[in-house]
């Protein structure tokens, strides 16, 4: 229902920054629950952080708790992710997911509790 694009990935050093960025198309995105999760090299893919549909509940893995930052701009259609501090743990690929539209205004944390997903952007972090 929900097409998601991820955009902002690349290489940079450790200590930097990086911004992630996930468009989305659908009348629904309103009321979609977000969230962001990464795989890295020959690991199965994690959850990172989530916020829910109107933006005032937020969630982070303890990995990256205190660094990172996600947020969305509903009249934009749009939902980020910002890195800061980064360290080479932090390479993957990055994916951007959307809930099912609902009025039950609530972070998910699981990829099961997603139904759509970006095909993910690169992120490098090189020591």
């Known amino acids: 229902q929900v097409q998601l694009v991820e955009s902002g990935g690349g290489l940079v050093q450790a200590g930097g920054s990086l911004r992630l960025s996930c468009a989305a198309s659908?009348?629904?995105?309103?009321?979609?629950?977000m969230g962001w999760f990464r795989q890295g090299p020959g690991k199965e893919r994690e959850f990172v952080a989530a916020?829910?549909?109107?933006?005032?509940?937020?969630y982070y893995a303890d990995s990256v708790k205190g660094r990172f930052t996600i947020s969305r701009d509903n009249a934009k259609n749009t939902v980020y992710l910002q890195m800061n501090s980064l360290i080479p743990e932090d390479t993957a690929v990055y994916y951007c997911a959307a809930d099912r539209p609902s009025f039950r205004d609530i972070v998910r944390v699981t990829e099961s509790e997603y139904d759509s997903w970006g095909q993910g952007t690169q992120v490098t972090v090189s020591s």
């Open positions: 659908g009348r629904t995105f309103g009321r979609t629950a």
């Open positions: 916020i829910n549909w109107s933006g005032g509940r937020l």
